[in-house]
């Protein structure tokens, strides 16, 4: 299935989330709302979305971009999901009530950028321990045991 | 009346394959929970990554998963060319298909080997490692390098085959499958192994896809997925393989589904040299690229099937010399998460054959 | 250690105590020098050329160096690879787990100094000398398994440089002076 394919099944099912598609790079994405994220997901499940490949986070200074990646291993295709949040509250529904898969990959965005994800159910640090201070991957992250790297280019 | 008991296995630990700590809990002796809690080599790469032009990325992905170099420099490098829109020689794509089979072996002799050391086996281990030590010594010829290639670039490869190389590694493609059915025979038809590990972790196939399993793990288990035949990238159309699958998902299947892909990269390997020798050496790199590269903004996402599954690196730009974000999506860490799911209900010594079956590289686990 | 010190210091101190003091501290040597057997404390992508290097080709058990997992039947620990900031108090406790004396070779750039992940990382220990004492430096990323041979051949030759008597160790060019007393619980590398 092509993504223009992809496109027209999306609206025909999903007439709300049409003007939010859109083809960049060769990539299918989804750009919607914090408050719709859940719904939509759940749309692109019944869909046929049945892999989530990967949940990550980009600090764009002012918001957070939530980023899903998703695969329907029947159509052949892939879709990104995007969802900015506001800095102050990084809160976002959960989906690892459709997929178990984010559970992991939820507890590091929430480890490295500190987005809450509301329904997890188990929602701690993964890869820093326990008693780490600060998300590193934050652009603003300071630690004073950090060297910077001279600029050799 | 059973006492509860928690068990703490590593971070060292010679069966946890790496740095992995594992908190068990037990019933006696079965297993009623397991944790793994990982990050024990969390480097930052992915923070690094944000102050390293796009060139000086390559070694730090070479350092990912340390037992298969060269799939990271690839996945990386794909994501690069889809942002900054390059095409690469067909020469060097070439190449980079039959380099990047050849680490499939070697990444699965480990596999294969670790796996059976961890029932006993240590024999096999010896012998899947002689196979490695094969490769790898191709591996020096090109590049210079045991393990860490830095070979893949953006654009290209960093150099041609050099002189004899093909004729060397067609002598080893065509010994490996002989190698790979004595331990067959050795490994897969003993009967301690297969007492060890037949029925042992059982994932089906729908869990595997809602676990975001790929890779080995998810073919063990049946499903009939693979990024090289469903989702072709490079070369791979223009090769005839098949996809070996298993049928019960245990941890035998997923140990003997990497069996039989060793034998199939070998013809892929085959049929890249044979296609191969219609280009004209040399060209393998982009011309005119420029020294320091500043993709336009935007976003790229690209994965290859590596030797533990679906390798992905997404890249954002922000129209500068270095990356503004990347993120590795690991395989291995999506396949480490179904540890939980598959240790529970069985004993302990189990859960150290289900973790040598699921076969975590922490390098990647933990980025 | 006390007790043999004091020991060797009274044997010296006797007419022809000077002389069992030389033979016993040679067998002493010789013996520890020729199975120095290794706690292999690999962490990342060394910890590959550390199973290579005891593997067939390049069949490192000829040494005496046989990796034990457990730290305490070894004698020399090799750090092969990064350590992390979550990772250092298990190297540590494991260090302190092993038996007197012990020596530690820091094998590969990120044993010696964080190597490739020295600059803009926020979760490294750059080197493992920050808090144990290392013996034998071996330089790659990653070193090869020859220069892993080489490294406890050095050592090899270090150890038996060592002696009962303090005032009788000897220093060898090229290897760092032997550790004294308190070093080995030098304060953690995580700050």
């Known amino acids: 299935m092509s993504l223009v394919e992809l496109r027209e099944h999306l609206c025909a099912t999903f007439p709300d989330l049409c003007p939010l598609f859109s083809i960049e790079f060769g990539d299918g994405v989804l750009q919607v709302g914090p408050e719709r994220l859940h719904e939509a997901m759940e749309g692109l499940k019944t869909l046929g979305f049945d892999m989530l490949g990967m949940v990550t986070a980009v600090d764009f200074g002012e918001e957070f971009e939530l980023v899903y990646r998703l695969r329907a291993r029947e159509m052949g295709v892939a879709i990104i999901v995007r969802a900015r949040l506001p800095r102050h509250t990084p809160r976002a529904a959960s989906v690892t009530d459709l997929w178990p898969a984010a559970d992991w990959h939820e507890r590091e965005v929430y480890d490295l950028f500190g987005i809450v994800f509301e329904g997890h159910p188990d929602l701690r640090r993964i890869l820093l321990p326990d008693d780490w201070v600060g998300h590193p991957l934050r652009k603003d992250y300071e630690d004073p045991s950090i060297i910077r790297r001279p600029d050799y280019r | ?367 | 250690m006390a007790g043999v010190d004091d020991f060797a210091q009274v044997l010296e101190s006797v007419p022809g105590g000077g002389i069992i003091l030389t033979s016993v501290d040679a067998v002493a040597d010789w013996a520890r020098g020729h199975s120095l057997w290794m706690m292999p404390m690999g962490t990342a992508c060394c910890a590959m050329e550390l199973i290579a290097a005891s593997f067939s080709r390049f069949d490192f058990d000829r040494h005496g160096s046989i990796p034990r997992p457990d730290p305490r039947h070894t004698d020399v620990m090799v750090v092969a690879g990064t350590i992390t900031r979550k990772m250092a108090p298990a190297v540590k406790l494991l260090w302190e787990q092993m038996p007197d004396p012990k020596w530690c070779i820091a094998m590969g750039n990120c044993a010696i100094s964080g190597g490739i992940f020295y600059y803009d990382t926020y979760s490294v220990v750059r080197g493992v000398d920050e808090f144990l004492p290392v013996d034998v430096y071996i330089a790659g990323c990653p070193p090869r398994p020859e220069a892993l041979q080489d490294a406890v051949l050095r050592l090899r030759e270090k150890v038996r440089a060592d002696s009962m008597s303090p005032g009788r160790r000897r220093a060898i060019e090229g290897v760092l002076p032997l550790p004294t007393a308190g070093d080995g619980t030098a304060e953690g590398g995580s700050e």
């Open chain 2, 1 to 367: 009346m059973s006492e509860r008991l928690v068990v703490n296995i590593g971070p060292s630990h010679p069966s946890t394959h790496g740095v992995c700590r594992i908190v068990v809990e037990l019933d006696g002796e079965i297993v009623t929970h397991a944790e793994p809690i990982i990050g024990h080599l969390h480097r930052g790469i992915e923070k690094m990554a944000e102050n390293r032009t796009y060139l000086q990325i390559v070694p730090l992905t070479d350092r990912l998963d340390y037992v298969g170099s060269m799939y990271a420099n690839w996945a990386y490098c794909r994501a690069v060319e889809r942002l900054a829109g390059i095409r690469v020689p067909e020469r060097a794509e070439y190449i980079r298909v039959i380099v990047c089979e050849l680490q499939r072996i070697a990444s699965h002799m480990m596999g294969i080997g670790s796996a059976a050391a961890d029932t006993g086996a240590f024999t096999v281990f010896m012998y899947a490692f002689e196979q490695r030590e094969l490769v790898v010594d191709l591996f020096e010829a090109l590049c210079g390098s045991r393990l860490t290639y830095n070979y893949v670039r953006p654009g290209g490869v960093s150099a041609d085959l050099p002189d004899g190389w093909v004729d060397r590694c067609r002598t080893f493609i065509k010994g490996h499958p002989d190698a790979m059915r004595e331990i067959d025979r050795m490994l897969f038809g003993n009967v301690i192994f297969r007492a060890r590990t037949k029925g042992i972790g059982v994932l089906d196939a729908a869990d595997a896809v809602a676990w975001g399993a790929s890779g080995p793990v998810a073919r063990g288990s049946g499903v009939d997925y693979d990024l090289r035949r469903d989702d072709p990238y490079s070369m791979y159309p223009r090769f005839d393989f098949t996809v070996p699958l298993g049928e019960r998902g245990d941890s035998y299947d997923r140990a003997r589904v990497r069996l039989w892909e060793c034998v199939e990269s070998c013809r892929i390997v085959e049929q890249a040299l044979d296609q191969l020798a219609e280009y004209e050496p040399g060209v393998i790199m982009t011309e005119g690229l420029p020294r320091l590269l500043a993709p336009g903004r935007g976003d790229a996402y690209d994965h290859i099937e590596s030797a533990r599954g679906c390798l992905g690196v997404y890249l954002v730009s922000d129209g500068g010399v270095c990356p503004y974000r990347m993120k590795v999506r690991s395989p291995a860490f999506s396949n480490l998460a179904l540890l939980p799911l598959l240790a529970t209900g069985h004993t302990l010594s189990d859960l150290i054959v289900v973790l040598g079956s699921l076969d975590p590289v922490f390098g990647e686990v933990d980025r």
